[in-house]
């Protein structure tokens, strides 16, 4: 674009045909002269202000139009420093500098462009073409992305999950200090393409994958569940919940996730399950463990044998040497019972002084046969609180 302008006769121009172009530019468009006055304004200048200027003859029409003109910093702009007076005076170019327009208790953020105009031979302009765009609205949207990205960062950085933004490829463009709390890294360390270097388990980069390529297809968000690498090189649960940002097309543009570290959770829940299934005294499977072992058995519809065990005159063994004694004595029937079946047959202490053997596959003769090595096993004595203990035990069986 030239920086000034330079008028000819030579071709002259109809001055409807360029009165229309300027009318269909979508910015305003002024030209002022030496003396100030305004000779023309375009339809979108004329709308922006609500009037036509160039009525207004003369002068300061800025402040004959009750108007008043503002730099960046909120410094009122005085009429010799105002883009037209600037240009017509030194002939400066003006590249879009932003100014603020305050008439009556409306406000518009300009970005104003000037030029000289020069008559052929002329070394100082006669006129100004000023352009003012309006960026009241994009101003308004940086300024709310601006404190959101300050709120956004504010939250993250005292956070303790681990905040993360990335690139709908995958590229990590902010991580919050939580980093090196959870990973042992400093936030630095994670950003950028994880392609070659990533934390995650290599068990798990396909779930991972996966969970993001179903989150740029569906625009939904995530939740889901992974081993990272701590620096120290230890493996740690994570669980990561994503959404996407979309665009105004509905395209995700970018990825907000929040990670933390759920190891002790996991290994929480799971002693609870195992706590829930298993016999507290001897670490048998319990009652709940053999309802859910029957139930699967019976669905593949295979043939198993049930062997019920009670233990003969246990509560002599209790009221005689104690209950500590009586608590030996379970354990120790429940190590001998154990090792006695086969694997795939579950051996679960039901309560008291019973247990259950579920055997598969095997039928009366075959269970008659598991029942006399049970009473081989368990008959030897045992020393029980100093004491040898002979074990002996009634068993039923049935066959399904």
């Not at 759920?262 to 829930?276: D, G, H, N, Y």
């Not at 368990?378 to 004491?387: D, F, L, N, Y």
Request: proline share 4%; aromatic share 6%.
């Amino acid at each position: 674009m030239r920086d000034h302008v330079r008028v000819s006769m030579d071709n002259p121009v109809d001055v409807g045909l360029l009165t229309a172009a300027l009318d269909a530019l979508d910015c305003a468009t002024a030209v002022w002269t030496r003396d100030g006055g305004v000779v023309f304004a375009n339809a979108f200048a004329r709308n922006l202000l609500g009037f036509d200027p160039t009525v207004l003859g003369h002068g300061d029409v800025v402040a004959k139009a009750g108007a008043g003109l503002f730099a960046e910093d909120g410094t009122p702009i005085t009429p010799d420093h105002r883009p037209q007076q600037r240009v017509l005076q030194g002939g400066e170019v003006i590249e879009a500098e932003l100014m603020e327009m305050r008439l009556g208790e409306k406000s518009w953020w300009l970005r104003v462009t000037a030029r000289p105009v020069f008559h052929p031979g002329e070394a100082e302009p006669y006129a100004a073409v000023v352009s003012y765009r309006d960026v009241t609205t994009q101003r308004a949207a940086r300024a709310a992305l601006s404190e959101s990205e300050a709120h956004f960062r504010l939250l993250a950085e005292n956070a303790g999950d681990l905040i993360a933004r990335h690139t709908a490829e995958g590229e990590c463009t902010y991580a919050s200090p939580a980093a090196f709390d959870l990973l042992g890294r400093p936030a630095t360390a994670l950003l950028g393409d994880w392609t070659n270097a990533s934390p995650v388990h290599p068990d798990d980069v396909a779930q991972v994958a996966d969970a993001h390529m179903r989150l740029l297809t569906t625009g939904e968000s995530y939740l889901v569940r992974y081993r990272l690498q701590h620096a120290d090189g230890h493996w740690l649960w994570v669980e990561t919940a994503a959404r996407p940002v979309l665009g105004d097309a509905g395209e995700v543009v970018e990825i907000h996730s929040a990670t933390r570290d759920i190891t002790v959770r996991l290994e929480q829940e799971t002693r609870l399950s195992r706590m829930a299934l298993s016999d507290a005294l001897t670490g048998l499977p319990n009652r709940a463990a053999l309802t859910q072992f029957l139930e699967i058995q019976l669905v593949s519809s295979r043939v198993i044998a049930l062997l019920f065990l009670d233990l003969d005159r246990f509560k002599v063994v209790n009221d005689s040497l104690g209950h500590a004694a009586g608590d030996d004595l379970l354990r120790l029937v429940a190590g001998r019972l154990a090792g006695t079946c086969r694997d795939g047959d579950m051996v679960t202490r039901l309560g008291g002084d019973e247990f259950v053997i579920a055997a598969p596959g095997l039928d009366e003769e075959a269970a008659l046969q598991l029942a006399a090595r049970v009473q081989h096993v368990r008959g030897a004595p045992r020393e029980v609180a100093g004491h040898a203990v002979g074990v002996s035990a009634s068993v039923g069986i049935v066959v399904s």
